[in-house]
């Protein structure tokens, strides 16, 4: 497998296995074929961590919008500065320079937006321990997703920790209706499981890289 065939999501079983036992725990079958086609669209690595998925969603990082700006050969740049008051962080604002355009992107993002406090009795988490990094990566991924007209993809980190129950292992939804699934007798050749998609979501799977070409 070519790394253009990696970076378009044509994952073989073992490499599946690996993705839904790191950047896709816990999704549904759903969920798991909506990030690779995802990631087949946009061309992003999984394995890199440029995009992954949750119970909560598909998310692309900071560093995965750089790589589409890049990619354009329309990026021209980019630059964020903080604001200050009373001597605590207040807002962050990226700047994005694209070459097509006369004028640049400027997004502001402000802290309290954004901030997620750590439930009493946990460490502090990635908020309040460098909260100018988890402001900064919210501005960035704004402005470039404005400059560079990415829809339907977002930072983990602009979102709220309000992950759903996970769906049972055994039971999926399949066109609005709830349906019990089996998974497929076939196992990988490299590590001795079964193939982590379902039957009934397999199909779906090789049908749209079928349409797409693949």
């Known amino acids: 497998m070519s790394n253009a ?5 044509e994952y073989n079983a073992h490499q599946r296995e690996i993705l839904l036992e790191t950047v896709a725990k816990g999704c549904s079958p759903e969920q798991f074929m909506l990030m690779l086609e995802l ?7 999984p394995f ?3 995009i992954w998925a949750t119970r909560a969603g598909i998310f692309v990082g900071r560093d995965g919008f750089l790589t589409l700006a890049h990619r354009s050969g329309d990026f021209d740049g980019m630059e964020t500065t903080f604001e200050e008051r009373d001597g605590k962080l207040f807002s ?5 320079w694209h070459k097509a355009m006369s004028h640049p992107f400027r997004v502001t993002v402000r802290l309290d937006e954004f901030f997620r406090p750590t439930p009493p009795g946990k460490k502090p988490g990635a908020w309040e321990r460098m909260p100018y990094v988890m402001l900064q990566k919210c501005a960035e991924s ?5 400059a560079f007209c990415v ?3 977002y930072d983990e980190a602009e979102f709220p ?3 759903p129950e996970p769906v049972p292992e055994t039971t999926a939804t399949i066109d609005g209706e709830p349906a019990t699934v089996e998974r497929l007798p076939g196992k990988c050749s490299r590590c ?3 193939d982590p998609l379902t039957l009934a979501f397999r199909q779906r799977y090789s049908d749209a890289f079928a349409a797409a070409g693949k």
């Open 48 to 50: 890199a961590r440029q």
């Open 161 to 163: 920790p309000n992950i």
């Open 192 to 194: 001795g499981k079964r």
């Open 5 to 9: 065939c990696v970076a378009v999501g």
């Open 142 to 146: 704004h402005a470039l997703r404005r």
């Open 39 to 45: 990631a087949r669209k946009y061309q992003l690595d």
């Open 92 to 96: 962050a604002t990226c700047t994005v």
């Open 151 to 153: 829809t339907g993809l």
